[in-house]
């Protein structure tokens, strides 16, 4: 065993157990050892002061070809348990939780690969454990709305509204991929147009012009499964237009958005989009149409700007350009343009967001907090989504520590607290919001 020695204290410390898992995936409670989360190279055992309870709609997994890290209580360290200790010649696996949306991971499960581990699937592996009957998560909330909170996505609700408009649009292909997206893939985005609720996706574009290590949708001489497929078919602006204005006139407060984990990058299709939207302006001011994107072509984006988009969110995974390219891997495209982007959209009036792709271990770390900090200085969006990364973390730490320097990690609770107080106006959250809430 590996083992790292805790410091000594004499305050009483709730611990949360650990949990671990057989070859058969089977997960329970390790007598005598407390689970423990990692951010980079620092491990911390997981406390009831730095989890919550495991928020509804979570998910747990085990990691196979890998071992737990994990605090022996009685020995007062943290230690790499390779079998049972009490069923000799039994092999343990880590357990992590996908965390539903609206959380933070403040901690991932701590682990680490054997020789033979393959990259781990697309979703984020956060810390958890047991304690009083109950997992724990190491999580922080940043969103209280419950639009994707899956007790109130009755599937019978689905699919009286799946029929409903089959009838009203039977000829709409992008109706019929949407139908596809929540019945096969189980999209909570699809799931909500069928249910008359919220958000309603626009997926459009079949190209993209970067590579992101964990796009959702296709993944080329990667070993990775991707998660969903990507959409084969470029919708007309007439078939965009007429499922956004089913959606816009039955929700109150509507939303709907261009750019969704099942497409490319929407700013590609801006020929299409640019007149979807003045279909849809055409026939009613009301509902707030929103793009996510990654902001590469600013002439695109001034394009459908021009034509009445509302909001846009813009992803990134870092402030600095070299973490940015290693992760998005683009094509044809800077960094700069992203910048460009942010700038124009500001200077039109658009309500800002941006999808901050988040992992503890290296967006709390020191260099990258600056180079946060130092964007919103000089581009005062309007929000920032904490999203957690899907993406193998340690194969992220690999190519994020290969660009650039990043240091020891202050944890994610401290990041968002220094963000809040430096930034005050600037909203926190992980949906798309209307503009009746801007």
């Not at 697309?122 to 709305?145: P, T």
Request: net charge positive; proline share 8%; charged share 20%.
């Amino acid at each position: 065993m590996k083992k790292k020695k805790l410091k000594s204290t004499n305050k009483k410390i709730d611990f949360v157990s650990a949990l671990v898992a057989n070859a058969d995936g089977e997960i329970f409670e390790l007598e005598g050892y407390a689970a423990v989360g990692m951010a980079g190279n620092m491990q911390i055992p997981l406390t009831l002061e730095n989890t919550c309870n495991l928020p509804f709609g979570s998910e747990l997994m085990f990691l196979p070809e890998r071992r737990p890290v994990l605090f022996n209580r009685q020995a007062g360290r943290i230690e790499t348990i390779r079998e049972n200790p009490h069923a000799p010649g039994q092999p343990l696996f880590p357990v992590a939780a996908f965390n539903s949306p609206g959380y933070v991971i403040s901690y991932l499960g701590a682990y680490v690969e054997t020789p033979k581990a393959q990259t781990l699937p697309l979703f984020s592996y956060g810390a958890v454990g047991w304690h009083g009957g109950k997992f724990r998560s190491a999580v922080i909330r940043v969103d209280r709305e419950k639009r994707q909170d899956l007790r109130l996505m009755n599937p019978d609700d689905v699919a009286i509204g799946i029929e409903n408009m089959r009838k009203q649009m039977p000829a709409n292909r992008l109706r019929d991929h949407l139908e596809k997206c929540a019945l096969q893939f189980g999209c909570p985005a699809a799931k909500n147009f069928f249910l008359s609720r919220y958000e309603a996706p626009l997926p459009t574009a079949r190209q993209c012009n970067a590579l992101c290590l964990g796009c959702l949708s296709l993944q080329q001489h990667s070993d990775i499964p991707h998660s969903q497929d990507r959409i084969g078919f470029t919708p007309s602006p007439e078939e965009i237009a007429e499922v956004a204005m089913a959606h816009i006139r039955r929700v109150k407060n509507s939303v709907v958005s261009f750019g969704q984990g099942c497409e490319g990058d929407p700013l590609l299709a801006a020929d299409v989009i640019a007149p979807a939207i003045r279909l849809i302006r055409a026939e009613t001011k009301q509902g707030t149409i929103n793009m996510n994107t990654n902001a590469s072509l600013p002439p695109a984006l001034r394009q459908v700007i021009d034509a009445g988009l509302d909001s846009i969110r813009i992803s990134m995974n870092s402030a600095r350009k070299e973490c940015y390219h290693a992760y998005f891997r683009p094509k044809g495209y800077e960094f700069s343009d992203v910048l460009r982007s942010l700038d124009l959209a500001l200077g039109s009036g658009l309500f800002v967001a941006v999808n901050y792709l988040n992992c503890p271990g290296f967006t709390d770390t020191p260099m990258e907090i600056k180079a946060l900090r130092r964007l919103l200085r000089q581009y005062p969006i309007h929000m920032i989504q904490w999203r957690n990364l899907n993406f193998d973390p340690l194969r992220y730490y690999e190519s994020m520590n290969g660009v650039a320097p990043n240091g020891t990690p202050v944890g994610m609770e401290h990041l968002l607290e220094q963000i809040r107080q430096e930034f005050p106006y600037l909203k926190f959250g992980y949906f798309n919001p209307p503009k009746e809430k801007f």
